[in-house]
């Protein structure tokens, strides 16, 4: 066992929080949403930070003289607290509100550390009895790292929190020059979700075989984990070994049937090579399991996330062949569906991008939101929805696609169309660039 004394502390944050308290009752509110009595290493400055709480909420004046007379009215003088001295002590002359928020973080940081080895000795514990089977042992591991995040990962948000964090996000707009949320390194992707794709969102993608849904989603996948996020992608159908081709194919430049046949004209092997070390370092998570049930997705990446971190965004491709909770129409099936990865974004705060096939009415022919298959549990938990598609995917065969390309024509183009979009405009299209060989998405010039 650890010495109480030796475990993670921070005496001089607990005292300055509390301080801050007194000195201006305003930071009450925040404070209150970041921390809880339970995160003090002190029992009685945590009792007394409940305490100012409470007091507050009910519309008591926070005053050092008010506080003092009502603690000599107590059977023990607010002994639990501190007692009278603590306050004088907290509310005197080198209180300040000036770090208030960084000691709350260094008061957060120390609970967090401490969970950590109380959960570390328990899981410890867990592992050296043998009756206990190994799924459950390590089901529970996964559960216990998920209860490290802090206090402050509440779900709910005051006022003044949600006030906050406007002005956080109006700065980080000016620092980056682009809306707060997730950049897809897409241009014309970014414009179509109104700058850029926020947490909790769930985006369809939806299209007909071979029009390139997949590639958008490995694309923007690429894009975010090049710039070393925490990226989970979620393939029902393809395997690793073919999301792994994909992916060193739009890196190195060398089209996707030799990087899958590996035979390579001269200096190709050194660009796939080089692109194979990129990607070895980078944060991509791939679980092909072909038969998944949405909770079960919600539950893998609450679980990567633990381990990895918490992901910038989330890929499943794709709606249709996810396994139903409970056998029912197919309607109920996709809209149950619909609805648990709806919850999932919410739940892990980053986008989610799902892909959908559409009614073979679409086929050759521009989407639109009726070609969505049993579409209604659909329409009502995207937050966006999008259609790739390629006008000139049949240009040079004999006939065509009706209203696409003459024949000839260059298959190098890719419209992205809006079919909804619950925060932005809807109905809109952006064009961007497509290399059919390389699998690559690219912004035109």
Request: charge should be negative; include cysteine.
């Amino acid at each position: 066992m650890i010495d109480v004394q030796r475990m993670p502390r921070a005496d001089n944050s607990e005292r300055g929080v509390l301080g801050a308290m007194l000195v201006d009752p305003r930071t009450i509110e925040w404070l209150s949403g970041n921390l809880g009595p339970e995160d003090f290493f002190a029992n009685k400055r945590g009792r007394l930070f409940g305490f100012l709480v409470n007091w507050r909420s009910k519309g008591n004046e926070v005053d050092e003289m008010v506080l003092i007379d009502h603690f000599a009215n107590l059977p023990d003088q607010g002994e639990q607290f501190g007692g009278i001295p603590q306050l004088s002590t907290l509310s005197g002359s080198l209180a300040t509100t000036l770090r208030f928020e960084a000691q709350a973080k260094e008061v957060a940081d120390a609970a967090s550390r401490r969970r950590a080895i109380r959960t570390a000795l328990e899981m410890a514990e867990a592992a050296v009895n043998p009756e206990v089977p190994m799924e459950t042992l390590l089901a529970t591991q996964a559960e216990a790292l998920v209860g490290l995040q802090p206090i402050s990962d509440r779900p709910w948000h005051t006022a003044c929190q949600v006030s906050m964090e406007y002005d956080d996000d109006y700065e980080a707009m000016k620092s980056r020059g682009s809306a707060p949320g997730v950049l897809s390194g897409i241009k014309g992707w970014d414009g179509l979700m109104g700058g850029a794709m926020e947490d909790g969102w769930l985006i369809y993608v939806g299209g007909r075989p071979g029009m390139g849904k997949t590639a958008v989603a490995l694309n923007i996948d690429m894009n975010l984990s090049s710039r070393g996020e925490v990226t989970i992608f979620f393939s029902l159908e393809m395997g690793r070994r073919g999301i792994r081709n994909r992916r060193l194919t739009a890196m190195s430049g060398v089209p996707l049937s030799r990087v899958r046949t590996m035979q390579y004209h001269q200096g190709e092997y050194e660009k796939v090579d080089g692109a194979l070390n990129d990607m070895s370092n980078q944060r991509f998570i791939v679980d092909d399991t072909p038969v998944l049930k949405a909770s079960q997705i919600v539950s893998r990446v609450k679980r990567i996330a633990a381990i990895h971190g918490p992901p910038a965004a989330v890929f499943v491709d794709y709606l249709q062949l996810i396994e139903a909770e409970r056998p029912s129409s197919l309607r109920e099936e996709i809209t149950a569906t619909s609805r648990v990865l709806k919850l999932g974004a919410k739940a892990t705060e980053c986008p989610w991008i799902v892909m959908s096939q559409l009614t073979r009415e679409a086929e050759g022919i521009r989407p639109q939101m009726k070609h969505l298959r049993e579409s209604g549990g659909i329409e009502a938990d995207a937050d966006v929805i999008v259609f790739p598609f390629r006008p000139n995917k049949d240009a040079g065969r004999q006939g065509g696609f009706p209203g696409g390309a003459p024949i000839g024509e260059r298959d190098d183009v890719m419209e992205l169309i809006c079919g909804k979009h619950r925060h932005h405009i809807s109905d809109t299209v952006h064009t961007v660039g497509w290399d059919g060989s390389t699998q690559r998405i690219y912004d035109q010039k």
